[in-house]
């Protein structure tokens, strides 16, 4: 996971705050795996990473260790999280020239994309699901899973509104 190296190469430990469910654990376990540095309580965190969703036990945690800079994903969006922090949410997609935040966070661009890969399929002469595949994953940039290749992860910072603005790529 992108956000454990750039701790890591920050000199910088995490406090990890994860919810009881299915999604807490999931991206508590690729944290684990990618070697996230974590910190043991806030007094020796230099950041919290969030894994929870609004509404959830997780949430009232994180925003007990305010003012710390605060990274989470998504599913914790107009949560309150505390006063006086750096908020900032790790999501799948850079920003793009011209295209409205909604848009991208609803997937427009990406299927968009997945439009144009699957047109060129079609002319390219594929005529079943197995040919429309091996053409759309030889020329759209895919691993051998199918997921795309190099796909961008960005830091978006959330205003006191949670308007989000890019902040960098990870």
């Known amino acids: ?24 654990r999931q991206l508590d376990g690729q944290l684990r795996l ?14 919290v990473v969030l894994c929870g969703l609004t509404g959830e036990p997780e949430v009232e945690v994180a925003r007990a260790t305010a003012p710390l800079p605060l990274v989470a994903f998504d599913g914790v969006q107009h949560s309150d999280l505390g006063p006086g922090r750096e908020l900032r949410l790790g999501l ?3 920003p793009l020239d011209g295209a409205p935040f909604d848009h991208l966070v609803f997937g427009a661009e990406q299927a968009r994309r997945g439009a144009r890969l ?8 594929a005529r079943d699901r197995a040919s429309v595949l091996a053409a759309a994953r030889a020329d759209g940039g895919f ?13 978006w910072r959330a205003g006191r509104d ?9």
Not at 2 to 17: E, H, K, P, S
Not at 118 to 125: D, K, Q, S, Y
Request: glycine share 14%; hydrophobic share 50%.
């Open 1 to 24: 996971m992108r956000l454990a190296a750039d701790v890591r190469a920050a000199g910088r430990r995490a406090l990890v705050v994860a919810g009881e469910h299915d999604y807490g």
């Open 34 to 47: 990618a070697g996230l540095p974590r910190a043991t309580g806030p007094a020796d965190a230099d950041l």
């Open 92 to 94: 799948p997609f850079a």
């Open 118 to 125: 699957i047109a060129g399929a079609l002319r390219a002469g």
């Open 143 to 155: 691993d051998p899973h199918g997921d795309p290749a190099g796909a961008p992860v960005w830091l």
């Open 162 to 170: 949670w308007a989000l603005g890019a902040d960098r790529p990870l």
